[in-house]
């Protein structure tokens, strides 16, 4: 069995830092592709960042350029999000998401496995 458990969350001060941590177990991803969505209330699930095969291709929505980096540790079998920056409107409840993929995929329907999500408050 599958899963993806996060921790990290919690709540950060607008310009401070805070590092989501996903582990894996039950398969590995080494080759495959990783993710970071984020739903805020009210609003629709969006993907922050990917990454693709131990970090080689990334994406990053425009709303986190710059601020957040997303990294793998293959032999943790484990994806990280590092929030520098962090603004109040990054509020949200990050979930981790993998995908049977290779290539980078942007499309939430094709992240099979996802975590059961955590929650994080930045504060102005």
């Known amino acids: 069995q599958v899963q993806l458990v996060e921790s990290g969350g919690g709540t950060a001060q607008a310009g401070g830092s805070l590092r989501l941590s996903c582990a894996a177990s039950?398969?590995?991803?080494?080759?495959?592709?990783m993710g970071w969505f984020r739903q805020a209330p009210g609003k629709e699930r969006e993907l922050v960042a990917a990454s693709a095969r131990s970090g080689s291709t990334t994406y990053y929505a425009d709303s986190v350029k710059g601020r957040f980096a997303i990294s793998r540790d293959i032999a943790k079998n484990a994806v990280y999000l590092q929030m520098n920056s962090p603004k109040p409107e990054d509020t949200a409840v990050y979930s981790c998401a993998a995908s049977k993929w290779v290539l980078l995929t942007t499309t939430a329907r094709n992240y099979e496995y996802w975590g059961q999500g955590t929650q994080v408050t930045v504060s102005s």
């Open positions: 039950g398969r590995t991803f080494v080759n495959n592709v």
